[in-house]
Structure formats: structure tokens, C-alpha cells
């Protein structure tokens, strides 16, 4: 079974940046396209980011323009640089692939907060 481990959350500033990272054990991970979601109290999991395994990106509007998604698949691991940070970014921010998910990791909490 495939772990995934997030990492890099933190406490920013509104219109700071941040990257998270995404480690996942297994060799199968670059034929996945992989996913980074957020999950804030009270609301559903949400997708922020997709890159498939050729390195085709897409966004909602809402991380349009400010949030990039990248990945190193010899290091079996996705990236997402995060810039002009809003509050309502604050969530713990997951990854995965798009179809029938891996277990969940534990993911990063992004808090954005003056």
C-alpha cells in the first residue's frame, strides 16, 4: 500500500507564500495523475491542484494564478507552491491520486492569519 506523507504547513501571514511537499513510497506514483485537496473545519475535502503524469496542470479559480503545482517523480514527490496567501486558504491541505484513492495521510495544516 502506498504511503503519502505531507509536509511544510505553517503559520503565514495573508500574502505570504509557502510550499508543500508530498512524499509517496512505491514506484507506481508517476503514472498517476496527483491531486492536492484542502479540507478547513466544517467543509467538505476540496481539490486545489491536479498534475497528471505528462505534467498537465489545472486549478479552481479560486487557487488560480497563485498556486503552482509540480512534481519529481524520481523523488516520488509533488510539490505545491502557494504565493499571495488569503485567510480563507487555512485548511489542512492533503494529496493523492485522482482515481481510486491511496489511504489518506495525515496532512499539513496551512493556517493564514495576521
Known amino acids: 500500500q502506498v504511503q503519502l506523507v505531507e509536509s511544510g504547513g505553517g503559520l503565514v501571514q495573508p500574502g505570504g507564500s509557502l510550499r508543500l511537499s508530498c512524499a509517496a513510497s512505491g514506484s507506481i506514483f508517476r503514472s498517476n495523475t496527483m491531486v492536492w485537496y484542502r479540507q478547513a473545519p466544517g467543509n467538505q475535502r476540496e481539490l486545489v491542484a491536479s498534475i497528471t503524469d505528462s505534467g498537465r496542470t489545472n486549478y479552481p479559480d479560486s487557487v488560480k494564478d497563485r498556486f503552482l503545482v509540480s512534481r519529481d517523480n524520481a523523488k516520488n514527490t509533488i510539490y505545491l507552491q502557494m504565493n499571495s496567501l488569503k485567510p480563507e486558504d487555512t485548511a489542512v491541505y492533503y494529496c493523492?491520486?485522482?482515481?481510486?484513492?491511496?489511504?489518506w495521510g495525515q496532512g499539513t495544516q496551512v493556517t493564514v492569519s495576521s
Open positions: 493523492n491520486r485522482l482515481w481510486n484513492k491511496w489511504d
